[in-house]
């Protein structure tokens, strides 16, 4: 079975610094994949950035990028000079492969100040 | 544009009555999934469907029931028996394959049953 956990209910920042969410997963596949999304207050689910389990480097995507240490078992997400529209809940997610079901995390509020 | 519809945004009904939720994607995705959410918690997934005619229960099929007849709608049943109905379901679509591909999000049915 797939875990994810999320430590951290709410974090908050300053605009135009960074921030961290943690993420932790559990898994004995050897292949699998971990997902960022992002959900406003509105609901929808906004897809930000994929890290395959083999990739060797960190992924990236503007100001978000993932910081993947696979003997930790972790993929936190960065998000570089945060803006206020950056305030939303954040969720981690894994899955086998293309076409198998994501395990999410409990989500990370994270807001914004100016 | 392609993407993926659920109708409506906002349901009401009465306790003991069966509900069904649309979900509609034009992406030719051959995966689609329904989820709940409950307020401030993560997504749990109800039922998977990866190829037309066949699906699969995920965590909480209790009460709910799908079907898979074509390869563009996917909608859920909320019966009477499923005891706590009111939440905020989420459809989504991804296709099958090689690697990983995130899941690709509808704007979400906010059910409520009193």
């Known amino acids: 079975a797939q875990k994810i956990t999320q430590t951290q209910p709410g974090m908050f920042v300053q605009e135009k610094e960074a921030v961290t969410l943690d993420c932790t997963y559990d898994t004995s596949d050897q292949s699998y994949g971990l997902f960022w999304y992002k959900q406003p207050s509105s609901g929808e689910m906004i897809f930000l950035i994929y890290q395959g389990s083999y990739d060797e480097q960190n992924a990236t995507e503007g100001r978000y990028s993932l910081n993947f240490q696979k003997a930790r078992k972790s993929a936190n997400l960065v998000i570089s000079a945060s803006q206020l529209g950056d305030s939303a809940m954040y969720f981690c997610?894994?899955?086998?492969?293309?076409?198998?079901?994501?395990?999410f995390g409990e989500g990370t509020q994270l807001t914004v100040n100016p | 544009d392609g993407g993926i519809t659920q109708s409506p945004k906002y349901l009401f009904r009465k306790e003991g009555q069966n509900v069904t939720l649309s979900c509609e994607q034009n992406l030719n995705h051959d995966a689609m999934y329904w989820y709940r959410q409950d307020p401030g918690q993560g997504l749990r997934l109800i039922y998977y469907s990866q190829i037309v005619n066949d699906f699969q229960k995920g965590d909480i099929a209790e009460g709910y029931s799908v079907s898979r007849e074509k390869k563009e709608s996917f909608p859920l049943t909320v019966t009477s028996a499923q005891k706590n109905p009111t939440a905020f379901y989420l459809c989504?679509?991804?296709?099958?394959?090689?690697?990983?591909?995130?899941?690709?999000f509808g704007p979400g049915t906010r059910l409520t049953v009193t």
């Open positions: 989504a679509s991804s296709p099958v394959g090689q690697g990983n591909y995130e899941q690709y």
């Open positions: 997610a894994m899955g086998r492969t293309s076409g198998s079901r994501l395990t």
